[in-house]
């Protein structure tokens, strides 16, 4: 049974794949010269806008963090964004048109998410989860920058944690709280933590948690 359930998890995957819009590949010079240089800002702001609105009201990831994404992730979004244009670009219809295209070309939230915490684009093929689209299926990464970002780290520097020390992003929320807070034993406020993990993310590698230090 179990052999057959991954099976069809697999089959399910492939076949969702094909629907999925990819945002990795170069955008085109005549891809890029579709939106007149007047209407690029305009163009930006918008699909932020959606983008938000999509991952927040249709995926429900949290507003915040929703917003986070959106706004970080300016090379994915804008590959998006040419993609939906269909070789013209009118300024009147262009939000619905980009609505229209999320609801029915569903994103890989993961591309957004990794560029949006400073992973470069042309480093995200090997980051990728091979089986998952969506954070709903697999929500480790979202809540462990969730913590990271409320104790203090830049959003968009997270990058460099998950690079340099993939700890932080393996522990449950709950873990990676208390490995961080047991920093605190040794005097330390949240900003010097947070700059010591920054420039030194292996020393979070071998952290004991608070309840670990008590104990």
Known sequence: PWLQFRAK???????LHRHVCTTTSKLS??????IPWKYKKFAIAQGQKSLT????????????????????????LT??????????????????????????????????????????????????PQDNFFFSEDDTLLN??????EFGFPWDRLGILYVESGCFFKCGASELKGRLCGFKRYGFRNAPVVGICLAFPFVFDGQKGDDEVEA
Do not use: Q, W
């Open 79 to 128: 590959t998006l964004i040419t993609t939906t244009l269909g070789g013209s670009f009118s300024p009147p219809h262009f939000p619905h048109n980009l609505n229209k295209f999320l609801r029915y070309h569903p994103i890989n939230e993961f591309e957004f998410f990794f560029e949006s915490i400073g992973i470069h684009p042309s480093k995200l093929g090997s980051l990728l």
């Open 29 to 34: 010079a005549a891809a890029a010269a579709a």
């Open 144 to 149: 462990a920058a969730r913590v990271l970002h």
């Open 9 to 15: 998890k697999k089959k399910k995957n492939m076949s």
């Open 53 to 76: 609105d999509y991952l927040h009201a249709t995926r429900c990831i949290p507003y915040a963090y929703a917003d986070k994404i959106a706004k970080n992730s300016l090379t994915s």
